[in-house]
């Protein structure tokens, strides 16, 4: 019986993937295989020795210590995707809100409620909130994963020339973009010739700080600036300063702090790009498999820190797991180990991500024993073995 530890509420459609025969599901689990959150903080929290997995419903995984995650060999998951709808619709409605003053619109309107002329004065002050349409205008998207992807999609089919920019982009993400969305070789190139930018990209050390003054400086003056991924992409500092001079005509952001909420020009929402029922749903389903597979079958899909490493089980085959360094000759003391003991290797699957590998190994056998486990866990580089 493997135990999950909730640390957030966790749509019901997505536990009860998880077979109740082999799942005890709880909110106060304290010696858990598996940990399944949203937002829930894990920073400042002790990892158990048995943890072995973690799955985030949603896609930013900044809440979780993924270095300290990778060194003790626990599997971190997201769930990519899932939530994409919910973001591309509220992305839609950032580029309507940063063009045509409907929240300065509705709240002058509010202050007009006890004005027995009020028909009146709306029809003689609308003119204070006039707005250009988004038809015709040039729209950046930075970062084309699957968000990037059908923001920019819509976006063409909503009138606008649509220009993307990702170095890393997939070729799933290729696949599915439509072939009029045209390609900016760098960013620059990008930034010099919109009207409109939108960044769907994740947060790490080299996106950090990225929208920052020398980047404001290539923008033409009164650019829209959306920005539906994570608040420390742009620089606050200078984007004040961009708002100041009239580089940013208005900011989008659906991640406000201190800063963005006291700024003239900003529209701030409170993270509501994953917040539909549907989405939610996705992810508690889509992090409940990938829990489900990892723990019953040793398969990692969506993993942050570790590769992607997928093989069937097949009946009457052993299965061992190793997650370990990626460095030399690992595979080599792997298969001497079971060398050593006459066991027959049927199958192995050996993926790798940047400092840390992911290796597969089906035997022709029912169990296997304990001292190949210990053989294995003893070779340097060795972070975790578990056998399925």
């Not at 529209?267 to 989405?279: D, Q, V, Y």
């Not at 490493?309 to 997650?323: N, Q």
Request: proline share 4%.
């Amino acid at each position: 019986m493997y135990e999950i530890l909730t640390l957030n509420k966790i749509a019901k459609c997505g536990l009860d993937l998880l077979d109740p025969a082999k799942y005890n599901i709880s909110d106060d689990a304290k010696n858990p295989d598996g940990v399944i959150l949203r937002s829930y903080n894990m920073h400042d929290m002790e990892l158990p020795a048995s943890l072995k997995a973690i799955a985030r419903a949603g896609a930013g995984v900044n809440n979780i210590p993924i270095d300290k995650c990778s060194e003790a060999g626990i599997v971190v998951f997201n769930t990519p995707g899932a939530n994409a709808n919910a973001v591309k619709e509220l992305t839609i409605t950032g580029l309507l809100l940063a063009s045509r003053k409907i929240v300065d619109g509705i709240n002058w309107a509010k202050t007009l409620k006890d004005e027995a002329d009020a028909a009146k004065l709306v029809e003689k002050g609308k003119s204070n909130f006039v707005g250009p349409e988004i038809e015709g205008k040039r729209l950046g998207v930075i970062g084309l994963g699957a968000i990037g992807v059908m923001v920019a999609n819509v976006a063409y089919s909503l009138g606008m020339e649509v220009v993307g920019y990702d170095p890393y982009i997939s070729v799933d993400a290729a696949w599915g973009m439509s072939r009029h969305v045209k390609k900016a070789t760098d960013l620059k190139q990008l930034v010099e010739t919109c009207d409109y930018i939108t960044l769907h990209l994740p947060l790490n050390d080299s996106t950090k700080g990225m929208i920052n003054k020398e980047v404001f400086d290539m923008m033409p003056k009164g650019t829209r600036l959306l920005n539906f991924s994570r608040a420390a992409l742009v620089d606050n500092a200078a984007l004040k300063d961009a708002i100041a001079d009239g580089t940013i005509a208005c900011y989008v952001t659906d991640f406000p702090d201190a800063e963005t909420l006291s700024m003239d020009g900003v529209i701030c929402l409170p993270h509501l790009g994953a917040s539909t029922p549907e989405s939610e749903d996705n992810c508690a389903k889509m992090a409940a498999n990938e829990i489900d597979r990892y723990l019953a079958e040793g398969v990692i899909v969506n993993s942050v820190n570790y590769p992607n490493c997928d093989l069937p089980l097949e009946e009457g085959k052993a299965r061992v797991t190793i997650a370990h360094r990626n460095v030399p000759n690992m595979l080599s003391s792997f298969s001497n180990v079971f060398a050593g003991d006459d066991i027959n290797i049927s199958n192995m699957l050996n993926k790798s991500k940047k400092d840390y590998a992911y290796t597969i190994i089906d035997a022709d056998m029912d169990i296997i024993p304990d001292d190949i486990t210990e053989k294995l866990a003893a070779i340097e580089g060795v972070l975790r073995v578990r056998v399925i």
